[in-house]
């Protein structure tokens, strides 16, 4: 009996240093798991509109300075880590942060800068799913208390389109209503749309594909929270930053 009760006693004092031998933060599953919140700045740089559109500096237009394309994305991660992977699966929302103004289109013939649109969001946005996959790659010591790491990858979303863009056509446009401020129906559309109704909105789809690439700088505070800072394609440029908390 004797014998008996020292093998086991010693099997449990083994078992016992071999967990005070095993680093503090050691995962004891094949999968850490991340909670995160999000804040994205996106925007369309004015050297691709200028693809497009007209601008107030070009020669012989209008004195209105285009909108900027702009918005920003609030959101929520849920990520599963098998590492060296990062899936994560995420949910947003997208506020458009463009101001309503003129959009003069380029044409390929003769130049009219009379024939644009003025253009002002009502509500626009959209509500955002989406699922990324990015591998992750240590810079410093995992082991210490704080510690880097990057993190490369991309992903789809699907997009359900908020709100509306409602548009002033310049003055004869066929689309126009002849009902609508007849007394300014051979006006640009800058000048109609200080004293006449919308002629109606601009048609967008109401789901749309988001296309994600991203890279980020992750600092790691022993394997229980981080602050990712990220930039990259999120269907426009984007730069952001997530918190959140591993368990």
Not at 115 to 135: C, M, Q, S, T
Not at 196 to 206: A, H, I, L, Q, W
Request: charged fraction near 25%; glycine fraction near 10%.
């Amino acid at each position: 009996m004797s014998v008996l009760v020292t093998a086991m006693l010693g099997a449990s004092l083994a078992t016992a240093q071999d967990e005070l031998a095993e680093p503090p933060g050691t995962p004891t599953r094949a999968a850490q798991m991340e909670v995160n919140f999000r804040y994205r700045y996106m925007t369309v740089p004015d050297s691709v509109l200028d693809i497009w559109y007209f601008d107030e500096d070009e020669d012989g237009a209008n004195p209105f300075k285009r909108p900027q394309g702009r918005a920003q994305t609030f959101g929520f991660e849920y990520v599963v880590k098998p590492r060296p992977v990062n899936w994560i699966f995420y949910f947003e929302y997208m506020s458009s942060l463009m101001e309503e103004g003129y959009w003069d289109d380029r044409e390929d013939g003769d130049i009219d800068h009379e024939d644009g649109e003025w253009i002002k969001p009502e509500g626009f946005g959209a509500f955002i799913l989406g699922v990324n996959g990015g591998r992750e790659v240590d810079v410093t010591n995992p082991d210490k208390d704080v510690w880097l790491s990057i993190m490369l990858g991309g992903g789809l979303g699907i997009a359900f389109m908020q709100g509306e863009l409602l548009e002033w056509n310049p003055g004869g446009d066929e689309a126009n209503d002849p009902a609508n401020c007849p007394d300014m129906v051979s006006e640009p559309a800058y000048v109609r749309q200080e004293s006449c109704d919308p002629d109606g909105s601009k048609v967008v789809p109401g789901v749309l594909p988001v296309v994600d690439m991203s890279a980020s700088l992750k600092i790691n505070f022993a394997d229980r929270a981080h602050i990712r800072l990220e930039g990259g394609l999120h269907d426009m440029l984007f730069v952001g930053t997530s918190v959140g908390a591993v368990f």
